[in-house]
Structures are given as structure tokens and as C-alpha cells.
């Protein structure tokens, strides 16, 4: 399996909070909500493709019960069903068995030990939302095989960012960009 992960970041790299006000205000974050208004139709379309061909969901603890405390009351959105459907492996030392939102699957100990042992699985891709401490000790230990980045026209000047200071030097190369109707930039990188 290849790990894709999957984010909406700012121009300055904020991925903190795109989708709700009180989706994560750690450090008095009030910006939370920020991608909402440059959502349209072309990245709903997107969003659904790339989770079409995900052979699973890997989560960090606090996106896992964000998204569980969220997705399952939708009964409207289209991304519900498909939620619900996905196998989702859980990368916690704190969460215990077993979890509450159907098709979930704990792993426990390191967790970059514990996604490259999926890596190593046959299967379609494992898509990474959300989980920024996770995406970013993927990156270190060189496990992330392709990002998709939702690039917002904004800059919010503050705010917890996908690259932290320290990440090490990775080498990316552009494979696809398509833009929406309101100024987002997908952009798909592999990594060189």
C-alpha cells in the first residue's frame, strides 16, 4: 500500500481547523473554518475519486474522534457512507478497544512502526486526513508516497502548519494540479 496524505492547507501552510470554528483550537486557534467557503463542487468531486481507490483511512487519535463525534450525524453528505465503509486503522496509545465507530481498527504502539507494517500490505492506497503530528512523523520517517494538497488562497499568519519547523529536507516532484472555481490549488506531489 502507498501512504497518500490527503490535506487543506493555507498559503503559509496552515492546517489547523479548515472544516470547522471548534474543530481544534489548541494555542487559542480562532480561525477554525477557514476552507469552508472555497469548497465547490469540482473538489467534492475530487475528494470523492481519491476515496474511491483508498483501501483505508489512517488516523491519529485526535482526528479519529473529531471525525467520529462529526461524520456518522451527516445523514445528508455523500463522504458519510463512504466514512462509515472504509476500514479505519487508529494510530493511539491512549484510545482502547474497541473503538466505537464501525470498521475501525486500533494500532497501537509506535506509530510509524505501526503504518509501515501496513505499508507493507498488498492493497489500494491508505489515505492520511487530518493527523497532523501523525503526517508529520510519517514524513520523517520518509513513509508518505504521494501528498495531496488543497492549497487555499489565504494566509492566516498562525496556526499549527503541515511542514513544522525542523521536518527534514524531502524532495517532492508534481505530478497533477487542477484548481477549482474559487482559487484552490490540488496539487499532487510524489515523493522523488
Do not use: C
Request: net charge negative.
Amino acid at each position: 500500500m502507498r501512504i497518500v496524505v490527503f490535506e487543506s492547507v493555507t498559503l503559509d501552510g496552515v492546517m489547523q481547523a479548515p472544516g470547522r470554528p471548534d474543530e481544534d483550537t489548541r494555542g487559542g486557534f480562532a480561525q477554525g473554518g477557514w476552507a469552508v467557503p472555497y469548497a465547490d463542487e469540482m473538489m467534492g468531486r475530487q475528494a470523492g475519486e481519491g476515496m474511491a481507490t483508498t483501501g483505508g483511512i489512517l488516523l491519529g487519535r485526535r482526528t479519529y474522534e473529531d471525525f467520529y463525534g462529526f461524520w456518522p450525524k451527516q445523514p445528508e453528505n455523500p463522504f458519510t457512507e463512504a466514512l462509515n465503509k472504509l476500514q479505519k486503522y487508529v494510530v493511539s496509545n491512549t484510545l482502547t478497544e474497541p473503538l466505537p465507530w464501525e470498521n475501525s481498527t486500533l494500532l497501537q504502539g509506535d506509530p510509524a512502526e505501526a503504518a509501515a507494517t501496513l505499508k507493507e500490505q498488498p492493497g489500494n492506497d491508505l489515505l492520511v486526513l487530518g493527523s497532523g503530528e501523525l503526517v508529520r512523523m510519517l514524513t520523517e520517517r520518509g513513509l508518505v508516497d504521494r501528498y495531496v494538497l488543497l492549497i487555499h488562497p489565504l494566509v492566516l499568519g498562525s496556526g499549527r502548519r503541515l511542514f513544522a519547523e525542523g521536518t527534514p529536507p524531502t524532495n517532492l516532484r508534481l505530478t497533477d494540479t487542477a484548481t477549482n472555481t474559487k482559487g484552490v490549488i490540488i496539487a499532487t506531489y510524489e515523493t522523488a
